[in-house]
């Protein structure tokens, strides 16, 4: 019987029924005997990576632990490595940037080409987001895109794609962005993926459209979130990203009560990193400048032991006079002054005359026609660009439109001319 629970709560967890593989899990543990190693490791890491999912950081700890155990004494480099990811994932939510991180490095060494792999990849990419350390987040994003497309894994790729997205809004390309997404959608109808994704990628949306100013479209996007689901890897339990909209719509009110919600979801189930985003939305929305200046700097005094920047960053200008106000009050001075710093780089621009062009090609347009030039097929510059095939024949297209050129050849040709590659 504790064989047939396991095997019906591993069916569970490919539905993506969490409730119904952790009932089931707990069941089988009980039933199968203590010397039965093999079996009760599967089911123990199963029922830790549900109680991930669900948000429950104490009893994932618990569980994950007992099963990297049970693995290290079975040999099982799979189950080790697979635990050893997800309990780097409960420390990242819990907002302890830097073990997460060791746990994720630890995972890389040991796991040879284990495809869960991807995920180590894609949460480091991630933390090195948060850090902006940007070139290194793109180092191990492409890792997790190419592993998760080697082993033809969606579930992991739509994420990674997602957490590009991110990366390329904060490099300034619009258009990245754009496509990144653009492609994650694609996987997500396509293939086998788990519903959440759905409500992930709405998440992602929203993000994008406020970042282009274009409120009703982030409302349109808005209507797709779901209560337990945001775009975030390390707040992914609740939808802070509802507060986003409400703030972007001037609802400071509303907002402020409902972050006041949020942050007491997010202490009460230990989601460190989600309190840290919540108190930064507070700061925009608090009702005096007292309130403000307190809410933000809970934020920083939790945030500065870990290195958090890109979570303030990515508020916006709006907080700038906030941020400034605490370092004139002498709270974290050092540490404002990186973020301040942050927020006030600009990305790099391509500067390039294009005035004798029909039309200025945009930058990920200039990042295509440089591949083209180099003889790139459109399926070699989708791969390269981790954008679809579809996507790279279009913005051939326009190119070849706005070059004023027949072809691809005489694209590159006109690019040399002009000077663009």
């Known amino acids: 019987m504790g064989q047939i629970l396991a095997a019906q709560a591993y069916l569970a967890r490919i539905r993506e029924d969490y409730g119904r593989l952790v009932e089931l899990s707990e069941r089988a543990l009980i039933l199968l005997p203590e010397d039965e190693l093999s079996t009760r490791g599967i089911v123990t890491i199963n029922l830790g990576i549900a109680y991930w999912h669900g948000g429950h950081m104490q009893q994932a700890e618990r569980t994950l632990g007992q099963a990297l155990e049970i693995a290290t004494s079975t040999d099982n480099l799979f189950a080790r490595v697979t635990a050893l990811i997800f309990l780097g994932r409960v420390m990242a939510v819990r907002g302890q940037l830097r073990g997460s991180a060791r746990l994720y490095q630890q995972s890389i060494e040991e796991g040879q080409q284990i495809p869960s792999l991807a995920l180590a990849h894609l949460d480091l990419g991630a933390l090195y987001y948060e850090w902006n350390v940007l070139d290194e987040s793109a180092r191990h994003l492409e890792q997790a895109i190419r592993i998760s497309e080697r082993n033809r894994n969606d579930e992991f790729l739509a994420p990674s ?54 409120l009703q479209g982030a409302r349109r996007w808005a209507d797709k979130l779901a209560d337990d689901a945001d775009c975030h ?43 840290i985003a919540v108190r930064v939305l507070q700061t925009l929305a608090a009702g005096t400048p007292a309130e403000a200046l307190k809410m933000l700097g809970d ?123």
């Open 299 to 421: 934020a920083l005094s939790l945030a500065e032991p870990e290195g958090f920047v890109r979570t303030f960053v990515d508020a916006g200008t709006a907080l700038l006079p906030h941020l400034q106000e605490a370092a004139r009050r002498g709270i974290e001075v050092d540490y404002v002054g990186k973020i301040l710093a942050a927020m006030q780089k600009r990305p790099k621009m391509i500067l390039i005359d294009q005035t004798s062009l029909v039309e200025p090609l945009s930058e990920r347009e200039l990042e295509v026609l440089r591949l083209v030039a180099d003889g790139l097929s459109n399926r070699e510059i989708a791969r390269k660009l981790f954008i679809s095939t579809g996507t790279a024949k279009t913005h051939v297209h326009n190119i070849i439109g706005k070059l004023g050129v027949r072809n691809r050849t005489e694209a590159a040709a006109r690019a040399i001319e002009l000077g663009l590659v």
């Open 233 to 275: 890897n390390f707040y992914r339990f609740f939808n802070l990203t509802g507060a986003n909209i409400l703030l972007a719509q001037n609802q400071r009110a509303a907002a402020h009560d409902y972050l006041t919600r949020c942050y007491e979801g997010a202490v009460k189930a230990g989601w460190g990193y989600g309190a």
């Open 161 to 214: 794609l997602m957490m590009m997205a991110r990366l390329r809004l904060a490099n300034g390309d619009l258009p990245g962005a754009q496509d990144s997404l653009e492609a994650a959608h694609q996987r997500i109808n396509a293939g086998d993926v788990p519903a959440s994704l759905v409500n992930r990628i709405a998440a992602a949306q929203v993000h994008l459209a406020l970042a282009q100013d274009d």
